[in-house]
């Protein structure tokens, strides 16, 4: 009964490799690409135990739950049952300890290579300038100190940016079939085209139990942050540059994802915890200037001092008067 619902079928399903043919006999071949029938049938057996094991850690837990509300508070009824309930208890911990496991393989097998693909598209691309502006012919024209210019412009030249990517972003990440490389793809076309739309993450969001999909989104959507994060914060980020297009190019994108990740999650399901060091590094991206860093309250158990400053430093470099702004602004936010 559980291979049953974990194919999503009507009848009875005999054998794993039943489920591999129902899953597969009406996709698009183009779904299928790269991956032999042993991937695919590995796929499966892990989506069958993770289903498995959500089920049993359910089933436990609820009849953990029903023992305790049968003594009707009886004190006696309860110290009678603490042992059972306790031991319950346990195996419904192994039982999602199980299922953690098998959504980490899951990621780790079939997504995470889509991840890394993204990492490095993000990689390849100049921040210099933006997306839009380059591969969509929107926005304004960056000079090459952008870095620099934030200190001239006020408030009101961040705010036509942030409305010409309103439009420019948004428009360009709302179409799924794209044909410039990776580089040139926004973070919604990458994510489509490299995870979304591919097979296993298919069978992931239609045939795991909802609690099982929605790990997988999360972890999906935690190595995807990781990934962005190592973009400015990692231990290779000496000769990376942004501008503050550039900066707010990149924001736009990360935000337009959240919502795109957060849409496989259940209604009111949220990323947020997710993205919380990736928003912290987007704050430091989209300063004015090292200075305004004190207008802000950073989380320090997210982001550590070296981090913050090679952050700010990718930010500003272009501009060598800064350097000393920098290490004092990072001081002055770590100072107790």
């Known amino acids: 009964s559980l291979l049953a619902a974990a194919a999503g079928a009507a009848g009875e399903v005999g054998s794993v490799g039943d489920l591999v043919g129902k899953l597969t006999e009406a996709l698009d ?23 498995s094991s959500d089920a049993s850690a359910h089933s436990v837990g609820a009849l953990g739950g029903y023992l305790v509300h049968e003594t009707d508070g009886d004190p006696k009824l309860l110290a009678s049952l603490e042992v059972l309930t306790s ?14 496991r098998c959504v980490a393989s899951l990621v ?45 412009g006020p408030s009101r030249r961040r705010d036509r940016l942030l409305s010409a990517l309103t439009g420019s972003v948004a428009a360009a990440s709302s179409h799924t079939t794209v044909s410039p490389g990776h580089e040139r793809m926004t973070l919604c076309e990458l994510c489509r085209s490299l995870v979304i739309d591919r097979f296993p993450f298919f069978v992931m969001r239609t045939r795991l139990t909802r609690v099982a999909a929605c790990f997988v989104v999360e972890a999906t959507a935690s190595k995807l942050c990781e990934a962005m ?11 990376r540059i942004v501008s503050e297009w550039g900066a707010l190019t990149f924001q736009k994108e990360v935000r337009d994802l959240e919502q795109l990740l957060t849409s496989y999650l259940p209604e009111g399901g949220s990323l947020t915890a997710t993205f919380a060091k990736l928003e912290q590094v987007l704050l430091l991206l989209t300063l004015d200037r090292p200075a305004d860093l004190s207008l802000y309250r950073l989380d320090r158990s997210l982001l550590e001092a070296p981090q913050v400053h090679a952050a700010l430093s990718a930010r500003f470099r272009s501009s060598t008067s800064l350097s000393s702004q920098i290490n004092k602004a990072v001081f002055e936010a770590f100072s107790d």
Do not use: M
């Not at 994060?229 to 000769?239: A, F, I, K, M, Q």
């Open 229 to 239: 994060c190592d973009l400015w914060v990692g231990d290779n980020t000496s000769h």
């Open 29 to 51: 071949s183009d779904l299928l690409t790269g991956l032999e029938e042993a991937q695919v049938s590995r796929l499966v057996r892990l989506v069958v135990a993770a289903n």
């Open 108 to 152: 780790d097998s079939y997504l995470e290579a889509g991840v890394r693909q993204i990492g490095k598209a993000l990689a390849d691309r100049s921040f210099e300038t933006g997306f839009a502006e380059e591969g969509n012919g929107g926005g304004p024209t960056a000079r090459a100190g952008g870095a620099g210019d934030s200190l001239r």
């Open 87 to 100: 031991d319950l208890g346990r195996v419904r911990c192994a039982y999602e300890s199980l299922r953690a």
